[in-house]
């Protein structure tokens, strides 16, 4: 036990008393400006009345259904093309993951940039082939869409590396095997590697979500949440409760009703898939 | 060493009821009022949202701050630099974590708030009179009749136009109300293929908050009641104040998706808009970026029943939890001095609060600056509610929610409404 002191303290400085502060907090009406006061559920209550709080829920949830899947499905596709044998791999590898090391204000300013309305990237092209300029930003049917695009194309890059990770270590004599059967590629993909590539799966599923659930500095960047709240997400609007409207015993039961969303996401999504372990 | 659940949840217990406990001692409600009559010395924090870049740091530390310490050498400033954006978070856990900066900048609006909370820390009445202020520029300053802050620098929202478009349309005179405004925006909207190249009027490239507050003071109407506990602008006045920006765009006159992106010249410049809401710094952006139109853009105050124009800026104030009052008491007094304030002015293109600058040479080579300071007796200033932090953030995505069709205008203006009461019911 005393091997896991160091981990231990840690975790308990630094997530244990936070989260149990957070949840103490959050039946207050702390302010960081006076004494807290008990107001019972009263901020859980704000909180799931709050018609922008809501909103905030849709959002995140259309975004995170849109993000996951769609990053996770091109990823596998990148991580198997990059898993042949083929010619500059290592540059690709590296180019498909960039995004994921690059600070996302970076990469929410470039983007800004190709979503500007006049003089973007996004516009001039699509104004060659004759499309007419959109305001990606600005607009409340393609802002929530444009964020979207930005986050898939973000999220690529890591799940891409787990996936090829998972690939490699895939065991090549059941593939042998397969081949001496008859079964076709398509066959093989289907009936050995998706399979077998469950567990990583699982694990990219859940920190995606996760991830996606804790959308916040492109959104911060790229749309401040607008325009009329069609792409604030929770943790946004979190942040806006704590450290703009100084209402941070509302942000805790904000904070917590996103913690119980990913609790219950991951939990379902376990007893959906039987967990990490592979079976099926 | 074993750790059995019971060690386990008492420490989970004590650190929880530690960590509680330190939320709440770092409240400065609970530390004495400072006492700014001690000897003027010690080391004090200075939370700056002015000053930006290398230019900004070299006048304040190399310019300004050297002059304060001619004159008080025990004291030493340690300045954190902030942007106006990220002001609000640093001092949020600047409290939070009870080590709020002996000075803070302050946005317009946000000294009722703070005072009420007992944040920051009120100045004598003599500092109101040390210099000539306009009435209007130290409003925002004070809370409950106190002066909590010395203003520095004013940042008006004003309304520019194109004069060579006016011109080209032979129209002679600037808007007086509402009606010529559309009147006039209609004129000057030009089209090309069915498809608008230029729009009339363009309010939206400023915030669509403050734009909608210059509107509703024009228009005779009011966001508080004087003890800031009732809303007032649920009223005919502040739902016209929106209906004007709906009504525009229905005319073609005025387009949401038409407006100023950051960084990029302003609608006016690039010839897409004939008259735009701007801020007063528009002159030093033209001088930048457009010098061949410095002539040819105007400025006016826009009123429907009352001429009014809304005046931001940034002020001083002095925590209430300072360890060393006095020396943040004496820096305070030395940023609100005509030398700071009109080098900040300056360096940002920003009017000075004192009105004994308008014959600086600043001023007198700034026609925008010097607009904004003769029109000083139509300012208005937003906030005026210990809810405004909380409000604030509230107003612009409620307004858009009318004006991109999702609510009208008086249903957008009731729902803020209902936030600004709730806002204020929890005071």
């Known amino acids: 036990m005393l091997m896991v002191a160091p981990a231990f303290l840690h975790a308990l400085i630094w997530i244990g008393i936070p989260v149990i502060a957070a949840f103490v907090l959050s039946f207050t009406n702390y302010d960081v400006l006076t004494q807290p006061r008990f107001n019972g559920i009263q901020n859980y209550l704000d909180a799931l009345t709050d018609p922008v709080f809501r909103r905030g829920m849709l959002n995140t949830l259309v975004y995170a259904f849109f993000t996951v899947p769609v990053a996770m499905g091109i990823a596998l596709l990148i991580a198997l093309m990059l898993d042949t044998q083929l010619r500059a791999r290592a540059f690709f590898r590296t180019a498909v993951f960039i995004p994921q090391v690059t600070a996302t204000i970076a990469v929410a300013l470039v983007w800004l940039w190709i979503y500007d309305p006049r003089n973007g990237l996004l516009n001039a092209v699509l104004g060659f082939f004759g499309v007419p300029a959109q305001n990606w930003l600005s607009s409340t049917t393609w802002a929530m869409p444009s964020v979207i695009a930005v986050g898939i194309w973000q999220g690529i890059g890591l799940k891409m590396l787990i996936y090829l990770a998972a690939l490699q270590s895939l065991p090549k004599d059941v593939y042998e095997a397969a081949s001496v059967d008859g079964a076709s590629k398509t066959r093989q993909f289907f009936s050995i590697t998706l399979p077998l590539l469950k567990p990583a799966t699982f694990f990219v599923f859940v920190t995606s979500v996760i991830s996606a659930f804790q959308a916040f500095d492109l959104i911060y960047i790229l749309t401040d949440g607008g325009p009329a709240n069609t792409t604030t997400m929770m943790t946004y609007e979190i942040y806006k409760s704590a450290f703009r409207e100084f209402r941070v015993g509302y942000a805790c039961a904000q904070s917590i009703i996103l913690f119980v969303f990913l609790l219950l996401l991951t939990l379902a999504n376990r007893r959906l898939n039987g967990g990490d372990s592979g079976r099926h | ?427």
């Open chain 2, 1 to 427: 060493m074993d750790f059995s659940r019971r060690s386990f949840l008492t420490a989970m217990g004590l650190g929880t009821a530690a960590a509680v406990a330190g939320c709440a001692t770092t409240s400065p409600s609970g530390s004495s009022a400072a006492d700014p009559t001690g000897p003027v010395e010690g080391d004090i924090t200075f939370l700056c949202a002015l000053f930006e870049g290398a230019t900004g740091k070299e006048t304040l530390e190399g310019n300004l701050l050297k002059q304060f310490n001619e004159k008080y050498p025990d004291v030493n400033v340690t300045v954190d630099y902030t942007d106006y954006g990220s002001l609000n978070e640093k001092i949020t856990t600047g409290l939070a974590s009870g080590l709020m900066p002996d000075v803070v900048t302050l946005g317009v609006g946000w000294i009722p708030p703070f005072a009420f909370k007992k944040a920051i820390a009120p100045l004598p009445e003599s500092l109101a009179t040390r210099y000539t202020y306009e009435e209007r520029v130290l409003e925002p300053s004070r809370f409950d009749g106190t002066l909590y802050a010395l203003p520095m620098v004013l940042d008006t929202r004003i309304v520019a136009y194109r004069k060579d478009f006016f011109e080209e349309a032979g129209i002679t005179g600037t808007p007086q109300n509402w009606d010529e405004l559309r009147e006039v925006a209609k004129q000057l909207t030009v089209k090309e293929g069915g498809k608008v190249t230029r729009v009339g009027f363009d309010p939206f490239s400023i915030d669509l908050r403050q734009c909608w507050e210059t509107f509703l003071f024009g228009n005779s109407g009011e966001l508080f009641s004087a003890d800031g506990r009732q809303v007032l602008f649920d009223s005919p006045e502040g739902v016209a104040s929106l209906q004007i920006f709906l009504d525009m765009m229905a005319d073609g006159s005025a387009d949401f998706a038409v407006s100023t992106e950051a960084g990029q010249p302003t609608t006016l410049q690039q010839g897409t808009s004939a008259i735009m809401m701007t801020n007063n710094s528009l002159y030093v952006q033209l001088q930048q970026q457009s010098p061949e139109l410095v002539d040819k853009i105007g400025t006016f105050v826009l009123g429907n029943t009352n001429p009014a124009m809304l005046q931001g800026g940034t002020m001083v104030s002095q925590s209430a939890s300072s360890k060393n009052p006095a020396a943040a008491r004496a820096l305070v007094e030395f940023l609100g001095s005509p030398d700071a304030v009109l080098v900040a002015s300056e360096q940002r293109g920003s009017v000075p609060a004192i009105s004994d600058l308008k014959d600086s040479e600043y001023v007198q080579g700034n026609p925008m600056v010097a607009f904004a300071l003769e029109n000083l007796s139509k300012a208005r200033s937003e906030g005026g509610t210990p809810a405004w932090m909380e409000i604030r953030e509230k107003i612009k995505p409620t307004l858009e929610t009318a004006i991109v069709g999702q609510q009208t205008a008086q249903q957008a203006i009731d729902q803020l409404a209902g936030i600004a009461n709730d806002a204020i019911g929890r005071l």
